[in-house]
């Protein structure tokens, strides 16, 4: 099947239309603040199951186990690291069991 020059135009013009419209929404508003955006990730990361985060490291290592490996020797030799590490699983812990206090009380 023949791609004709009518239809790579057509391609074309709608592949700019909608980078036209994308454009205009990003320029609409703000992009987020870095406090925003971190935010985000850790609201992202509490609603992460123990489960999905095991099934995230097995794939990584599946996928690169040297990677892995590698991560472990860094976190390793930097104890800031760890210790922050360590104070934002707390933090999310402590969050987590909070609603989960909350909801109880409410039901």
Same mark, same amino acid.
């Given at each position: 099947?023949?791609?004709? #020059?009518?239809?790579?135009?057509? /391609?074309?013009?709608?592949? *700019? ?5 994308? !454009?205009?929404?990003? !320029? ?8 925003? #955006? ?6 992202? *990361?509490?609603?992460?199951?123990? /489960?999905?985060?095991?099934? !995230? ?9 040297? !990677? ?15 210790? /922050? ?5 707390? *933090? ?5 069991? /909070?609603?989960?206090?909350? #909801? #109880?009380?409410?039901?």
């Amino acid at each position: 099947m023949a791609i004709t #020059r009518r239809t790579l135009a057509i /391609a074309a013009a709608l592949a *700019a239309a909608a980078a036209a419209a994308l !454009l205009a929404l990003r !320029l609409g508003r703000e992009p987020p603040s870095d406090e925003e #955006r971190i935010r985000a990730l850790f609201d992202d *990361a509490a609603r992460a199951t123990s /489960a999905q985060v095991h099934e !995230l490291v097995r794939y990584v290592q599946q996928s690169n186990p040297q !990677l892995v490996t590698q991560l472990f020797d860094i976190l390793a030799r930097d104890t800031a690291t760890i210790t /922050a590490l360590g104070a934002s699983v707390a *933090a999310l812990t402590v969050q987590r069991l /909070a609603a989960a206090q909350g #909801r #109880r009380r409410e039901d």
